[in-house]
């Protein structure tokens, strides 16, 4: 009478190992408990992947395990709030095996330790959909102190950390295997946007410095473009971004090298995880000399002003034009 | 190139007038703030529900999303903990239309105010799947107070709440219409079942009786068997019930008169969405009369011994053998 469900038998074996924190109590519990530092103030945040949405159900599981965590995990960093853990709500088809989970925790359990972000609490279920990966994040902040998107005033100048439009394309190449090739790329770029896509690098490194001397900060998700239009509109202000600025890889300048239209997808198509911060002239270079301290790329691509929209413009003074300016499921 | 994005719309007409809480910020950020009551932990718990597991495609909206956010309140109600609030996540599927959404967001609300538990953040994404709602609330309790699996102790009383059973015989009613007929129910206990089946009635009025009275306690949602065992393996004692005892509806006890094995479908099937607990025996008549001021429903069912294991027994002392103590997806 007291053998343990396939489901009590699933979570010892590939998730207790993961719950180093105290208060996910072992994953014994119906809850985690977390008591917050004094003086803080808890930063939420959640995302969902879903298979054949944000991957490909034939990705490697370790990786899909990686980008449900770093989805979230970048969402922090733009907020400058450090990890404190996460909960994580598993919705799995059948074919998701034993083997399968094995490499899903094990990613899972390396990135939780990477990051300092350790597994509270879970939940799995069956599905006859795909493997939908649900994780909210939990980080902290000195009370009042999380970076919000409303915070850009005129003046202020726009940052973005490492570089931009890599996922967007790498979903690209991913989906039509004649892409790279019509592109030009050789094996390196290819795999290079391909991994991009696969593997956001949330800039959690950054978070600290965001915090100290940002005046709004937005996770680039779903485009730069689009994403820099909301934290305008929520600043009521508008941005000016000089097109040439936005930093590309080198992947990404061969691929629009060979196709210059692809500037759009660059720009709007999401998949980034970077961040887009902005930042008063007075406080600009101790942003930058932070980030270089941190190892994450940081580059000024224009600046705030007084009005309302976000202007992209090419080297001689033209404005670009984009279809949407944003990713959007709906 | 201002025009927002199918998802913002979506989320400003039907989800921002439930983000009453200044920490939403009105649903137009990356994350959400939530600022602890000094002295306080958070209690942290996260559910899914997901299409043709928890509910049926073709369930009402607005009570799909009420059983979202209460198997995550049942949660909170057994860890002793008062709502602070929630982040929602939905996968949904092309058939959830905005008439679809609009009473979603409506139940969702209703319940979100009834039970002082606003909406903090949330992330939406289409699904070639089922409609996955995953939903993370997030209580307080003083510190350390948290009501754990692992505080009962020989002595103890084992109390339930509500009545047991109605959940898992409501979904077979729901699978097969013939059973309400060969059950000889009316159509009053067949309405009553399946209603405790979609719409679960979480005890967070007795949540703060439970953090001053009980030892240990569990939301029951895969089966009073199997989960007052997970309750006694994580305490180290056993638990002996008295099966008579254990509490049943009108419609339940219809349908155990029909089909006397029934009762392993009660005890084990899961869906209850009660308060299992222990209590000290010098705290018991202080839980019952707090029960009786909240207007909960509390039945005292067996106690708790030194050793493992749980055992229910019938009139004549004979033990009841089940064939697994809960349901379980895997």
């Keep these: 009478m007291r053998r343990p469900s396939g489901e009590d038998r699933l979570i010892a074996r590939f998730f207790r190992p ?9 994953l014994s519990d119906d809850a985690a408990t977390l008591t917050p530092p004094p003086g803080s103030d808890l930063v939420l945040t959640t995302d969902a992947v879903v298979g054949g949405q944000h991957f490909f159900p034939d990705d490697p599981p370790d990786l899909i395990a990686k980008k449900a965590l770093r989805v979230n995990l970048s969402d922090l960093a733009a907020k400058g709030a450090r990890p404190a853990g996460f909960v994580l709500s598993l919705a799995l088809p059948p074919t998701a095996d034993e083997s399968w989970l094995e490499a899903f925790a094990h990613g899972l359990g390396a990135d939780a330790q990477a990051y300092g972000c350790p597994l509270l609490g879970g939940d799995t279920t069956r599905t006859d959909g795909p493997a939908t990966i649900t994780i909210t994040a939990i980080g902290t902040v000195p009370t009042g102190a999380m970076v919000r998107r409303g915070g850009a005033r005129p003046g202020d100048r726009v940052v973005v950390t490492g570089t931009i439009g890599d996922g967007a394309l790498g979903l690209h190449v991913r989906r039509d295997p004649q892409t790279a090739a019509r592109w030009r790329l ?10 991009r896509y696969l593997v956001p690098q949330p800039r959690n490194a950054l978070a600290e410095a965001l915090r100290q001397h940002a005046s709004a900060a937005m996770d680039v998700s779903d485009g730069l473009a689009g994403d820099l239009a909301k934290v305008c509109a929520v600043s009521g202000v508008r941005a000016d971004v000089e097109a040439e600025r936005v930093p590309l890889s080198d992947a990404a300048r061969a691929a629009l090298a060979s196709e210059p239209a692809l500037i759009e997808m660059a720009l709007t198509g999401g998949d980034d995880y970077e961040v887009v911060a902005t930042v008063p002239p007075v406080a600009t270079a101790a942003l930058v000399a932070a980030a270089k301290a941190a190892g994450v790329a940081l580059t000024e ?10 202007d992209f413009r090419d080297q001689a003074g033209n404005a670009l034009l984009f279809k949407q300016l944003s990713f959007s499921h709906f």
Tied chains: 1, 2.
């Design 301 to 310: 691509i224009g600046s705030i002003a007084v009005g309302s929209g976000v």
């Design 18 to 26: 993961l719950a180093t924190h105290p208060g996910a109590l072992g």
């Design 186 to 195: 050789d094996r390196q770029q290819r795999q290079h946007l391909l991994r």
